[in-house]
């Protein structure tokens, strides 16, 4: 999963979103210099990760990306995920998008002190082009997709992904509407 279902499984306290966040910014940290309930956070994204990146369905969402995707089929099969969460955040968390990604926002900006370095980095960029609720239509996720093509080791043109989920969209929401109450049962017996 993305950024918004990373968060979205978190415990809801400001560290436990950030920390669910931060799985994607902490290699090379100290993990014991970080708040323990951000360490918590962080190694329930990673066993998300492991959870999701291993399970058929997502395999299958996988599957229908064009061969010449494969290096990228992982993360682009998170973002469009991550894109079915937003565009219909309210019926899966029983609030508005726009309530979350303020808390998800708030949160960033009043422990920026304390965010492993990369995060800090990248945080100030993600709120000023809102990532969050750019996830919730396809103009927004190419946008999303163009910056992490910036970001890429060899220049790759993301974006152009979504050719594929408009082809395959009726699929790719199947796919996620049959993995994602197993990933919220999977996340919440992890926090038992």
Known sequence: MNYLAHMFVSDGTPE??????????VRGVDMS???????????LHRA???????????MRSRARLPEHWRHYRGVLVDVFYDHFLARDFHAHAGE???????RV?????AHRDSLPPRLQRAAPGMIERDWLRA??????????????????????????????????YEG????????FPELLKFASAQSV
């Open 135 to 168: 996830y919730a239509h396809i103009e927004g996720l190419e946008a999303v997709l163009q910056g992490m093509s910036r970001r890429a080791r060899r220049e790759v043109a993301l974006h152009e992904s979504t050719a594929a989920l408009r082809e395959h």
């Open 105 to 109: 926002y708030s949160a960033l900006d």
């Open 96 to 102: 508005p998008l726009d309530d979350f990604v303020e």
């Open 172 to 179: 790719f929401k199947q796919d996620f509407e049959s993995f």
């Open 16 to 25: 436990g979103l950030i920390g669910n966040l931060a799985g994607d910014f």
């Open 48 to 58: 998300v990760d492991r959870f999701t990146d291993s399970h058929p369905v997502v």
């Open 33 to 43: 210099s970080l708040p323990e309930s951000m360490q918590t956070g962080i190694e």
